[in-house]
């Protein structure tokens, strides 16, 4: 639905004639001829439009996926990266669209988009497999169970949204499984007619199959914007309130009050992204063990991704052994560089006790003299041009309760820690094919 959303965002430009005209019905019918302009930019760009209906205020049109590679191409352009293998995994997919000019004081164009007719290859693997299924999402479709509304106001400047709650339950063979999701609801700013900024909330998301599998995750809220001048430079950040899953009676797992944040930038074409995630707490329940992880923190860095390769690399057949590699050599060559800023937990308990927490960093660099054929030949050559450094401190109480594992205990036995102010230290680097630990060399 995004990336469609992206496609019909040019609709929406029909309402700019608002502020040049003095009467509605001059701008509905500039309206109609933009949307004609709009719907065969769409026809040249691997879509079909099919069951056009127009009426004074509204239209009516179904629009098609046939040609997966015009399509990727068109969203490309468009600034919506999607990759080949995704667009031909959509062939057939049909969305039905509602227009409405001028419908409230609000809305310059509004929109309702809803699937009427699921992918090809989607439909013709559950026809084999499960025509009862097939039969709910027939009803589904028939009932735009799955619709998603946009409104875009009159300044063009903004918009906002929802997308229908839903509450399915499909029953298989004595079995029932119940999905919902309520209260997705969004909205944003547009720039130079392109998204700047984007928020949503997410009141629940749910599936209950029974004791097999619970899952449920509530309070979902965030968004992001745009910082710079490619589609890559966006900082998003989200929060959740809980994630819940139950599978019994083996596993339970709850964790609360989850942050996440992305910071992509682009510089001189090369991908810099920091991602920082943090949970309150994480229990889990297992084998009549609980434990519970407070205050975990994962920080994260890649840089020197080169976006021209990633880019090419999203549209290559997978097929094209050659070209893969010959993006994935220019990818290695700008010196990638993964940082592991910080992963640690406060503390852990195991059924009450406890066992306080860990921290860790690292880093892995791959030098850009990196040669995708030289390795092919001589694996042992990758070893001159990969960098590794990690450092890693665990509490006493968490390395006693680690030693207990019998393939842990030979690995510690083999590779003893250093001590300090009652942690485990190991500070492990892996220069050009040679490993030391602790500053003794293996």
């Known amino acids: 639905m995004k990336k469609l959303g992206f496609g019909l965002i040019g609709l929406v430009l029909i309402a700019a004639v608002y502020y040049f005209t003095n009467g509605s019905a001059q701008v509905i019918r500039q309206a109609k001829q933009q949307l004609n302009n709009e719907l065969s930019t769409l026809q040249q760009s691997g879509f079909s ?36 293998e995704d667009a031909k995994a959509l062939k057939g997919l049909q969305v039905g669209v509602d227009a409405k000019y001028l419908p409230d004081s609000y809305s310059a164009v509004s929109l309702d988009l809803y699937p009427v007719a699921l ?8 026809e084999e497999e499960d025509k009862k299924l097939v039969n709910h999402l027939r009803d589904m479709l028939a009932q735009k169970a799955l619709l998603l509304h946009v409104d875009f106001n009159k300044m063009l400047s903004g918009f906002k949204g929802y997308i229908k709650d839903i509450n ?17 609801t969004f909205e944003g700013e547009t720039k130079e007619e392109k998204i700047s900024q984007f928020s949503q909330k997410i009141a629940l998301l749910s599936l209950d199959a029974g004791k097999a599998l619970q899952v449920k995750v509530s309070d979902i809220d965030g968004g992001y914007i745009r910082t710079g001048t490619t589609p890559y430079d966006i900082t998003s950040r989200y929060r959740t309130g809980s994630i819940a899953v139950h599978m019994e009676p083996q596993l339970s797992l709850q964790i609360k009050n989850i942050e996440n944040e992305t910071k992509n930038s682009v510089n001189q074409g090369l991908l810099k992204s920091i991602v920082t ?25 890649a840089e020197n991704l ?12 997978p097929g094209d052994e ?7 050599q220019q990818l290695l060559s700008k010196g990638i560089v993964l940082t592991l800023n910080k992963f640690s937990a406060k503390k852990i308990t195991e059924n009450g006790k406890n066992l306080n927490g860990f921290d860790m960093n690292g880093t892995v660099s791959i030098a850009k003299s990196f040669d995708m054929n030289a390795v092919s030949q001589n694996p042992l050559l990758a070893l001159d041009a990969i960098d590794i450094r990690t450092h ?13 594992d019998p393939r842990a205990m030979i690995m510690m036995m083999m590779v003893p820690p250093a001590t300090k102010e009652g942690k485990k230290i190991y500070d492990i680097v892996f220069v050009k094919g040679k490993i030391t630990v602790n500053g003794i060399s293996f």
């Not at 090809?120 to 559950?126: A, R, S, V």
């Not at 050659?322 to 994935?328: G, S």
Request: proline share 2%; charged share 30%.
């Open 49 to 84: 439009v099919k069951e056009r209906k127009s009426e004074k205020k509204k239209d009516h049109f179904i629009i098609s996926f046939d040609n997966p590679e015009k399509i990727v191409q068109y969203l490309n352009t468009q600034g919506a990266e999607m990759a080949l």
């Open 119 to 126: 992918p090809n290859d989607m439909m013709k693997e559950l």
């Open 168 to 184: 399915e339950t499909i029953e298989e063979d004595g079995e029932k499984a119940t999905i919902a999701a309520k209260g997705m």
């Open 277 to 301: 995630t943090k949970a309150e707490t994480v229990e889990i329940n297992q084998a009549q063990k609980k434990y519970t992880i407070e205050k975990s923190l994962f920080d994260f860095t």
């Open 306 to 317: 080169d976006v021209a390769a990633l880019e090419a690399l999203q549209k290559t057949d």
């Open 322 to 328: 050659a070209r893969i590699n010959q993006l994935t």
């Open 392 to 404: 890693i401190s665990v509490s006493d109480e968490l390395y006693a309760h680690i030693f207990q």
